[in-house]
């Protein structure tokens, strides 16, 4: 019987929802993170469980954990472009010295181990949608090259593991994935909108607004993530929502949503943001049964009450 699961990551927001969804399968979790970017707030209603425990560790350290460990869920890594250009090195450094720690533990405790790598291993895509056999456009100095390259990395010993010393491995591609759990100021932009929209400030759009991005809620990615680890496909899988939309677009309807009558203000594009991003979802369709349900109405509007529960200090609390 398969019970243990190891969530690097685990305080943040993906990887708190994936100690919920393990919890909720009756699974042991031992949730790992070292809270550079993560909230213990995201994790801590599950500290009173038997079935959980919480190790405050920098993954890219040497990884120790005791006893049998089923399943190793990989996702500690900063995720939005200001964390990961505050902290270049420590994003670097996690997505290639941490996979190799939590593959040579995979390796002794004989688990299966998914990785969470991202769209962005395909850069500024000049293929549309991106498909898995897209080997990407990334401009390996520029100032996302640091999470673009390091996933791509991560992508690599991962199969290089899984070629070389036989080790069960899975690699999820995500794609922009939102929902309650998001940190407010991690400058993603659904909660940058919806924190403008709280606070009444103007919605920033960067550059013209043209450029694209799919949206996919929190419970269908988990599920995706879910039922490609419990899969026996070895190759990258992409997850997300196909539906498509410009990010001026998204404000409009933001404002809309939000029903705050925001103006919309442009600011600069930041440097090699992508143009057009839309997942290819055939394979995950096909060898995982599974493709997003979740509505971007619905989900908007479960994180933008998420969002409205925040405490006053915690809407004005500024990272920067
Ligand atoms: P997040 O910032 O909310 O969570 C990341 C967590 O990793 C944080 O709790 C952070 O403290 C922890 N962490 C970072 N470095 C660490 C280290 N060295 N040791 C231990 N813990 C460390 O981000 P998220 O959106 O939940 O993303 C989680 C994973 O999913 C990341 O690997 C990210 O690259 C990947 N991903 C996310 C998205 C998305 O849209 N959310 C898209 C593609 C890929
Ligand atoms: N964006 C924006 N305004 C903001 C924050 C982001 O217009 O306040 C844009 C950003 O330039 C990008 C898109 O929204 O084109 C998605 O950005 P995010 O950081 O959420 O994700 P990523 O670029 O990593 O896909």
Redesign the pocket.
């Known amino acids: 019987m398969k019970n243990k699961v190891l969530i690097t990551g685990a305080a943040g927001f993906l990887g708190s929802h994936l100690c919920d969804r393990f919890i909720a399968e009756g699974l042991e979790v031992i949730a790992m993170d070292n809270l550079i970017t993560g909230d213990l707030k995201n994790i801590e209603h599950l500290f009173h469980l038997k079935n959980f425990s919480f190790y405050h560790h920098d993954v890219t350290k040497f990884v120790h954990v005791p006893g049998e460990v089923d399943y190793i869920l990989h996702f500690a890594s900063p995720a939005?472009?200001i964390d990961y250009l505050k902290i270049p090195i420590q994003t670097l450094k996690v997505g290639s010295l941490g996979t190799h720690n939590l593959l040579g533990l995979a390796k002794e405790k004989k688990a299966r181990i998914l990785i969470a790598s991202t769209s962005?291993v395909y850069g500024d895509p000049l293929v549309h949608p991106q498909s898995e056999d897209y080997y990407g456009n990334v401009n390996t100095i520029g100032p996302r090259g640091v999470y673009d390259e390091a996933k791509r990395f991560q992508e690599s010993i991962t199969m290089a593991y899984h070629t070389f010393h036989g080790l069960d491995t899975r690699i999820a591609r995500i794609f922009?994935t939102y929902g309650p759990r998001m940190r407010l100021n991690d400058?993603?932009?659904?909660p940058?909108?919806m924190g403008q929209a709280l606070r009444g400030e103007d919605l920033?759009?960067?550059?013209d607004?043209l450029?694209t991005?799919s949206f996919c809620y929190v419970d269908d990615q988990v599920e995706g993530l879910f039922r490609l680890l419990m899969s026996n496909y070895n190759l990258p899988v992409n997850i997300g929502n196909p539906e498509e939309i410009t990010?001026l677009d998204f404000a409009k309807e933001m404002v809309k949503l939000t029903n705050t009558h925001q103006k919309i203000v442009y600011k600069p594009?930041?440097k090699d943001?992508?143009l057009q991003?839309q997942p290819d979802i055939t394979l995950a369709r096909k060898i995982l049964k599974w493709e997003p349900m979740v509505s971007r109405g619905e989900g908007m509007k479960k994180t933008f009450d998420y969002f409205k529960g925040l405490t006053k200090e915690e809407l004005y609390r500024s990272e920067h």
């Open positions: 939005s472009p962005e922009n400058g993603r932009v659904i940058a909108f920033t759009v960067f550059g607004g450029q991005r990010i594009l930041p943001d992508p991003r």
